[in-house]
């Protein structure tokens, strides 16, 4: 077994900041790639900024999605600064930027520029709207991506308004699809040797998950109503209350719509004709929830999970996200991990979804300070001499590390 990861050798100069591009940054990351995150002089990627909570100036947001990646910190706007992004250009195999579009041609290191310097080499942009049509010029944040895709739509209790995803689904989604076709272009250069360009929106990724909404719009033009925690086809298919508290159920077919009647001890319920299927139970599902909560309430909701997890039926219990991360389950799967950071010391971060047998993934380290590598990546990367360096650090064409404080962060919040 190669405990180095699929990607292992594969060099990446990220120029994303927020969340779409360095999440897919992460994830390359997590798999075995290098990671060299180009950020700006000042405050560096504005999640730096975000918060709080802050520990010792540095941010909890920022610390979440910027694992295992080596920052070093350049001005674009000086020809020296241009000189070295063009440099490790040269000497990556990816390129990740999610600037609006146009910016990073006026800057000199669009893909026209940069893979003029190397034909091998994979660029990818990530955009609200793409580089194309008539919103291209549009900012595009996550809560636009949700609203306009229609999944806000669908989101929320019943009689309630739209409401987002309790996480930024539209820029993970992005950040998911651009590691997927960096991963595909990677496959493609194997057979082809050449590079290629990826235009990515934050609009597209989210349409890409209406699967079941828009296959019911597209057969009869029908559109799913909020229904909160329940399904628009499974009934029940929820949380459900208990004695003590509420659980989730999914009783997904109707041989487990028989197990279920007979572990709450409601056998009627079971050939009621007002229930006997699926399309029965979600005509009906206004008069089924209540009886259901009724038998479901006579026993705590760690008992019915019990009696539900015998029979196979989909169950869980409603986490936060500290009884998520404090899981056994997560924690033998190794979703949480600890690595070392530089000025904080031992802290947690996510783990590593796919478990491959030959090439398994590992977090490669702590998300970094602003401009922690500078050095070293000018140095080992690109082979300048440290009187070179000197020069540029001089110059202020790069920066090293400085405390939060110094640039008025608060220290701890």
Known sequence: MNAQGPLKGIRVLDMSRILAGPFCTTMLS???????????PGNGDETRTWGPPFKKGESAYF?????????????????EGLEIARAIAEKVDVVVENFRPGVVARLGVGYEALSALNPRLIYVSVSGFGQTGPYRERSGFDIVGQAMSGIMSATGEP????????????????????????????FAREKTGKGQYIDLSLLDSSVSLLTNLSGCYF???????????????????????????????????????GYFCDIIEAPELANDPRFVDIPSRAKNRHELIPILEQYLCRRNGNEWLKLLEEKGIPCGPVYDVGEALEDEQVRHREMVVETNHSLLGK?????????????????????????????????????????????LVRDKVVAE??????????LED
């Open 30 to 40: 997590d798999l075995g790639a290098e990671i060299i995150k180009l950020e700006s």
């Open 219 to 257: 057969m009869d033009g029908s559109m799913s109503e909020r229904w909160g925690s329940a399904h628009f086809q499974i009934v029940p298919y929820q949380a459900l209350k208990t004695k003590d508290k509420e659980i989730i159920i999914g009783v997904t077919s109707d041989r487990f719509w």
């Open 347 to 391: 802290m947690n971060t996510t783990g590593v979804p796919p478990k491959f047998s030959e090439h398994p993934g590992k977090v490669q380290g702590p998300a970094p300070l602003h401009g922690e590598h500078t050095r070293k990546v000018l140095s080992e990367n690109l082979g300048w001499s440290d009187e070179r360096i000197e020069e």
């Open 159 to 186: 009689d309630g308004g739209p409401c987002k995803a309790g996480v930024p689904l539209s820029d993970l989604t992005a950040g998911m699809w651009a590691a997927y076709s960096v991963s595909s272009a990677l």
């Open 63 to 79: 610390l979440g999605v910027n694992h295992g990646k080596k920052s070093i910190v350049v001005d674009l706007k000086k020809s």
């Open 401 to 410: 590390p400085k405390p939060r404080s110094e640039i008025g962060m608060p």
